[in-house]
């Protein structure tokens, strides 16, 4: 699976607008999946920005289980931390 999993992250690379993007994960993903996978961007944009955790949820409607997960990605990982430097929006 490993393999696999390599394979997708390579391969999204072809992909070149946000519209390629968005086609692509409409196929990969269930309505659902997308909310949740937006739901966690959101999170992590406003935690970025400055907002509490209850700003964050009183925005986002987002449990507080969800932010405070993204919140400790957003701090000891390097995923968020990655895309959003590339914004120019630093912790």
């Excluded at 996978?37 to 406003?46: D, I, K």
């Excluded at 935690?47 to 964050?56: K, N």
């Amino acid at each position: 699976m490993k393999e696999v999993q390599h394979s997708l992250f390579k391969n999204l690379c072809a992909l070149k607008t946000a519209e390629e993007f968005e086609l692509f994960f409409a196929d990969l993903c269930t309505p659902q999946e997308l909310e949740a996978l937006q739901t966690r961007w959101a999170c992590a944009q406003l935690i970025a920005q400055g907002l509490t955790i209850r700003e964050v949820n009183t925005i986002t409607s987002a449990s507080t289980t969800t932010i405070t997960r993204v919140n400790r990605s957003l701090h000891y990982g390097k995923g968020y931390r990655l895309l959003l430097d590339k914004m120019d929006l630093h912790l």
